[in-house]
């Protein structure tokens, strides 16, 4: 819910955090958007938002991926978060406010992690060739050893360490490839990337760039635990899976290509939640440009209209700092297809930019971030945030429909690469 500034103005204000590649900081920025009820005269200044470092808090770490919970029972959300530390480890944190956010716990991971999800009960973790699921405390967030109940003690102490539920491996007798370099991003490059759950909370979806495919798993309801559903192959030979994002419904998914710059669309099976099949393919980047320049980064649905969201946001990020990266609006109808887009098994000729509604080029190549987050709706446009990690920036864009462009931006401190942002 937005925030009510308490100056004379009583303006709208928008918090959101946000981690980094290589700090151990969490930045707490405050958005103040246009003011759009300004007349078509007004100056441009009008219609310019602010972005402003509201907060620093300290972390154990650099925290690359970010998930904020809905609020739990004692009105406390939580945020886990990657964190790149020695030995790798994902992290629980109590936030209390904008600006007071306490360390719960932390939970060991066998590689370095390139995204968490989190339902009420578990936090599941993938990067390389494993991955982990975590128990949590029903009442706290915090987490706990496999089969601890909420009376018995939840080990919150930092330095306790805490056994995974459930162990994945996503090949067989194959190490990952890890120097232990951030720049090489260890496994995460020639691995398992990215967890996300289905919106009933009974699926879970990995991409895995190295082995070119996603795997579907089912969740057990009462403990939180995974059954392998499928390993489905992604539809070209060079992909790289790097998100699986579903939509609301349930019924599609999109799944972001990272080295094909490419999106496609699957339908789910409602009955097990976990077979895919392939109906649509977007491309993301200009018809000009090559896809061995970019490393497609996330892919997101707009939050404006519910749980029938108008819109697709998908960005790339370039593989040079003098290549920049751009994001790419895509038109919804109601079931989440794509507007426009054939479907792959009537049509012979495929248009890749079907349904295309805008190509934003971002202001610069994005880094290892250009991870695009929708926000708020004010007064009918959309706002998102755009992290770069190159220069350290994360800025604010406003869709109206038709328009993309830059209304606010920030630049975090020296040397602080901005990850990755949610809105509070």
């Known amino acids: 819910m937005p925030n009510m500034a308490s100056s004379s103005s009583s303006s709208t204000y928008h918090d959101l955090f946000v981690g980094t590649f290589n700090t151990p900081h969490l930045y707490t920025l405050r958005f103040t958007p246009p003011d759009n009820s300004s007349s078509s005269s007004s100056s441009a200044k009008s219609q310019q938002g602010t972005l402003d470092i509201l907060h620093r808090s300290p972390a154990i770490g650099s925290h690359s991926w970010l998930h904020l919970s809905p609020r739990r029972k004692n009105g406390i959300r939580n945020l886990y978060a990657t964190a790149w530390t020695e030995p790798p480890s994902v992290v629980a944190y109590s936030v209390n406010s904008p600006t007071d956010i306490q360390l719960l716990g932390q939970a060991q991971t066998k590689s370095r992690s390139g995204y968490v999800a989190a339902s009420e009960i578990a936090v599941y973790s993938a990067g390389g060739a494993t991955g982990e699921v975590f128990a949590l405390d029903h009442d706290t967030g915090a987490f706990v050893n496999p089969k601890a109940s909420s009376s018995e003690s939840t080990s919150t102490d930092p330095a306790t360490p805490v056994q995974p539920l459930q162990l994945l491996s996503f090949v067989d007798a194959q190490s990952q490839r890890d120097d232990g370099s951030v720049m090489d991003f260890g496994g995460l490059r020639h691995g398992a990337h990215s967890v996300d759950l289905s919106p009933s909370g009974s699926a879970l979806y990995i991409a895995d760039i190295g082995r070119n495919c996603i795997w579907t798993y089912s969740i057990d309801p009462s403990t939180g635990s995974l059954q392998l559903g499928e390993k489905h192959i992604s539809p070209r030979p060079t992909d790289g899976p790097r998100h699986v994002w579903p939509h609301p419904n349930g019924r599609v998914v999109y799944v972001l290509q990272e080295h094909t710059s490419m999106v496609d669309v699957f339908t789910v099976d409602v009955e097990t939640g976990t077979k895919l099949t392939h109906v649509q393919a977007v491309r993301i980047i200009p018809e000009t440009e090559q896809e061995g320049d970019f490393w497609a980064d996330e892919v997101r649905t707009s939050l404006s209209a519910g749980d029938r969201p108008k819109w697709m946001y998908a960005s790339t990020r370039g593989l040079t700092s003098d290549k920049k990266g751009y994001v790419a609006v895509y038109g919804l109808d109601d079931d989440g297809l794509i507007v426009n ?58 869709w109206d429909g038709s328009t993309l462009v830059e209304v606010a931006r920030t630049q975090l401190d020296q040397g602080a690469g901005a990850a990755t942002a949610v809105w509070l």
């Open 341 to 398: 887009a054939p479907i792959i098994s009537s049509a012979a000729n495929q248009d890749p930019y079907a349904g295309l509604a805008y190509m934003y080029e971002t202001p610069t190549s994005g880094g290892w971030a250009n991870a695009v987050q929708p926000g708020p709706t004010i007064q009918g446009k959309e706002y998102l945030a755009l992290t770069d990690s190159e220069l350290g920036f994360v800025f604010i864009l406003s």
